[in-house]
T-cell receptor
Framework: NAGVTQTPKFQVLKTGQSMTLQCAQD?????MSWYRQDPGMGLRLIHY???????DQGEVPNGYNVSRSTTEDFPLRLLSAAPSQTSVYFC????????????FGPGTRLTVT | AQKITQTQPGMFVQEKEAVTLDCTYD???????LFWYKQPSSGEMIFLIY??????QNATEGRYSLNFQKARKSANLVISASQLGDSAMYFC??????????FGTGTSLTVIP
């Protein structure tokens, strides 16, 4: 099992550019989520999905879109990149239910200039 | 509103000593899960331990134990016999019945030889 994979590992964007961060998992997990990690702020939930075709907003959804057409994939789209979106982005997946931990991808370090 | 508070930005511990990392949480849910994750300098998120809100016994996993005090809404992580490899960021997290995870801002632990 590859677990949770994310691409790319690093990305530099100019302000106003758009891009998609890819996330895939091979554990048949229904729950997937995207976080951003900024210094001193922990991980903040951007969007999450409880199954294919179902997505919902987390704490900091502005400027990001998601879709979930398959169980395996959960891409995150930056519509018009801003310097405030410079961060490390983590994708995670888990089985539904309170007792299940999340499995995290390795992260994508994004810099917006 | 759900919230996780970690009040210790940084902690130091002597090798082979025990250390407690504090975590308090705020939720109106009756059912929830509490988690601790470790993030070494390499950046990956590693699951350490889980405690359910209805679990009467404190969770233990090897050298990790969770000191769960439900009435005080605290879920402190205890690491016994600290090792140099324990130096990392540690995050407390809570999963609610809506399947959302909330993370604290983290505690940076340094183990001194």
């Amino acid at each position: 099992n590859a677990g949770v994979t994310q691409t790319p590992k690093f990305q530099v964007l100019k302000t106003g550019q758009s891009m998609t961060l890819q996330c895939a998992q091979d554990m048949n997990h229904e729950y997937m989520s995207w976080y951003r990690q900024d210094p001193g702020m922990g991980l903040r939930l951007i969007h999450y999905s409880v199954g294919a075709g179902i997505t919902d907003q987390g704490e900091v959804p502005n400027g990001y879109n998601v879709s979930r057409s398959t169980t395996e994939d959960f891409p995150l789209r930056l519509l018009s990149a801003a310097p405030s979106q410079t961060s490390v982005y983590f994708c995670a997946s888990s089985s539904p239910g309170l007792a299940y931990e999340q499995y995290f991808g390795p992260g994508t370090r994004l810099t917006v200039t | 509103a759900q919230k996780i508070t970690q009040t210790q930005p940084g902690m130091f511990v002597q090798e082979k000593e025990a250390v407690t990392l504090d975590c308090t949480y705020d939720t109106s849910d009756q059912s929830y899960g509490l988690f601790w994750y470790k993030q070494p300098s390499s950046g990956e998120m590693i699951f350490l331990i889980y405690q359910g809100s209805y679990d009467e016994q404190n969770a233990t996993e090897g050298r990790y134990s969770l000191n769960f005090q439900k009435a005080r809404k605290s879920a402190n992580l205890v690491i016994s016999a600290s090792q140099l490899g324990d130096s990392a960021m540690y995050f407390c997290a809570m999963r609610n019945t809506g399947n959302q995870f909330y993370f604290g801002t983290g505690t940076s632990l340094t183990v001194i030889p």
